[in-house]
């Protein structure tokens, strides 16, 4: 229950809101609890009129509510018929101002616990943009999908409704409590004695569900998962044909999930009955002891008494049968919000520095000394790795896969903090200049390119602010798919597929350098950005990129060797260090690794 501490700043902020829910709740429970006294003086007035003298006299002694003596005093002077009849009228008047109340509560307290679903959605995904890369190498998609929107959900129910319900409760059995010893302190006692017996089957009951509800929301993450997987790879499912499989292994996971779920509705199924069965117990008692002491003293007890009775529990049965649902409820958001601040309390390996530095980023990038370590797989990246990058410099960074080509990227974006080492832009080390600023004057097309579910032109206008059409137009034919984009139905206006499922390699890879190019900053980092490609595009795009690039600093990551870009300098990595430095003719000459790679490219290309 600590967990749900962490929604007191929530609470807090709506204390208006939640201030005014508990009066309209204590207003409509006050109106509600009328009816019953003034159900009981109908009640005695009718035993009255069919010839029993004490019923009367029983009535008008009794203390009711300030409210009900007002309208009994009043009625005392009419006959019996007008009697009913005003009462009739006035308890119909209770139930509106009573449901009018219930009204205002609802429009209080449930909207309240919308407003904190809401807020607590953003705080979630806004805690989720800050975590690192490293977090999301760890956890999986769909868990991430669950606990913002079905743990939430879950919690929104404690705020709404268990709050709700909870106060209610309170107010209820205060009210009735009140009355019911003004009334009658023997049928009190008779009526409130399942109360013990209910407290503990509800502590007992509750420890179960909580456990339940905590296995419950961990398989939900994995058939979340699973399904969002299945939903992304669909392609790759579908050319292995591996439908059946896939079938079979969400089966396995939703029967696990349907078991537990079962398991869980099983034990509310008894809990709730149970429940009903002791409250319909204290109806019957009451009425039986009731009953014998009116037959055993008339003149202190009255039929009135037991109808007011039977209905101060019948008031009482659903706040009451409503504790294990509460309780239910509170346990979940319990086993939820602890999911939630599994996350919240996640601190990002990447922090913000506490006094952020904007230098200019357009003189010297120097790497010294950098060793790295991935620390969700234990693969050593980098070894001792040094470069200096001069401005408007074009580096190639060359070497077979895992030879941590694209690690040197990720560190200059400071997705990770290098172990040992440092990196600095114009003297200034990175873990000294504000995040965002870093990355907003860096463009970076990643290996994996990743579109999103929009038209082309708002994927290459993504990152940047007031870019109009000509803008990305000219993007488009700096990378070299400008025809291909006006070929489509719709142009620029073409939606693109959940990743670009609808565009081939090659093109996704093209629109996510044009979304690099359009912001025109001074640093340009391409990892592996060309290999989806044919030749004689590949040709095309790094014409186009020669003449972009030539007052800017450029690092492009690459498997292939670009013998007709003038780089200034050619790294060769081979296990997270280099193992050749040089320019194209000065590697060729050493006759190396560099050489070797080259030679077996030209082969290649050739057949």
């Given at each position: ?245 896939m079938l079979g292994f969400f089966a396995q996971n939703s029967e696990a999930y349907k078991k537990n779920a ?346």
């Open positions: 229950m600590k967990q749900l501490a962490s929604l007191n700043p929530f609470l807090w902020k709506y204390r208006v809101r939640l201030l005014l829910g508990l009066l309209f709740i204590v207003l409509s429970n006050y109106f509600k609890i009328l009816a019953p006294q003034l159900t009981g003086y109908v009640v005695n007035t009718i035993v009255q009129a069919v010839g029993d003298p004490n019923a009367g006299s029983i009535a008008t002694k009794k203390k009711y509510d300030i409210i009900v003596d007002r309208i009994i005093n009043v009625l005392q002077a009419k006959t019996y018929g007008e009697r009913f009849l005003w009462c009739g009228i006035t308890l119909l008047l209770i139930a509106l101002v009573s449901g009018i109340f219930m009204f205002f509560m609802r429009q209080t307290i449930i909207v309240m616990s919308r407003l904190i679903e809401y807020d607590q959605k953003n705080q979630v995904f806004a805690h989720y943009q800050q975590l690192d890369s490293g977090f999301y190498k760890t956890h999986s998609t769909g868990d991430l999908m669950n606990r913002i929107s079905e743990d939430v959900s879950r919690v929104r129910m404690y705020v709404g409704p268990a709050i709700m319900y909870f106060i209610n409760l309170a107010a209820v059995l205060g009210f009735s409590i009140y009355f019911m010893l003004k009334s009658s302190p023997e049928l009190t006692w008779v009526a409130l004695s399942p109360l013990p017996v209910l407290a503990i089957t509800i502590y007992f009951v509750n420890t179960i569900i909580h456990k339940k509800s905590e296995r419950i929301q961990a398989l939900l993450s994995d058939l979340t998962t699973n399904a969002q997987e299945s939903y992304s790879g669909i392609r790759v499912i579908k050319s292995f044909v591996q439908e059946k499989a079962l398991s869980l509705a099983k034990t509310e199924a008894i809990y709730f009955p149970s429940m009903a069965l002791l409250i319909g117990v204290s109806t019957l008692v009451t009425i039986m002891v009731g009953a014998l002491g009116v037959v055993r003293d008339p003149l202190h007890h009255s039929v009135g008494t037991i109808a007011e009775f039977v209905m101060y529990i019948q008031m009482l049965t659903f706040p009451v049968s409503a504790i294990g649902w509460t309780a239910s409820m509170t346990q979940r958001a319990a086993a939820s919000q602890k999911r939630i601040n599994e996350f919240l309390q996640t601190p990002s390996a990447i922090q913000q520095p506490e006094e952020p530095l904007l230098p200019s980023l357009h003189k010297t990038i120097q790497l010294t000394n950098v060793d790295f370590t991935y620390q969700h797989t234990g693969i050593h990246a980098l070894s001792n790795f040094s470069l200096q990058i001069k401005a408007g410099q074009k580096i190639a960074i060359i070497g077979k896969t895992g030879s941590g080509k694209s690690t040197v990227a990720q560190l200059l974006l400071r997705m990770y903090d290098v172990d040992s080492g440092s990196i600095s832009y114009d003297g200034v080390p990175v873990s000294r200049i504000d995040t965002g600023y870093l990355r907003s004057n860096i463009s970076y097309v990643p290996q994996d390119v990743f579109l999103f579910s929009e038209t082309i032109e708002n994927n290459i206008a993504f990152g940047t602010t007031g870019a109009t059409k000509s803008n990305v137009k000219r993007a488009a034919e700096q990378a070299h798919i400008a025809k291909e984009i006006e070929q489509f139905p719709l142009g620029y206006q073409t939606m693109i597929g959940e990743r670009g499922v609808t565009l081939s390699g090659g093109q996704k890879q093209r629109i996510s350098i044009a979304r690099a190019l359009i912001k025109n900053p001074a640093i340009v980092i391409f990892d592996d950005c060309l290999s989806a490609v044919d030749a004689k595009t590949e040709k095309a795009v790094l014409h186009n990129l020669q003449v972009y690039l030539q007052n800017k600093t450029a690092i492009i990551i690459t498997h292939r060797i670009f013998s007709l870009f003038d780089f200034d300098t050619i790294i060769v990595l081979d296990q997270g260090k280099i193992v050749e430095q040089g320019n194209h003719t000065a590697l060729l000459q050493q006759k190396g690794y560099y050489a070797e790679m080259y030679a077996r490219q030209q082969q290649q290309d050739m057949h």
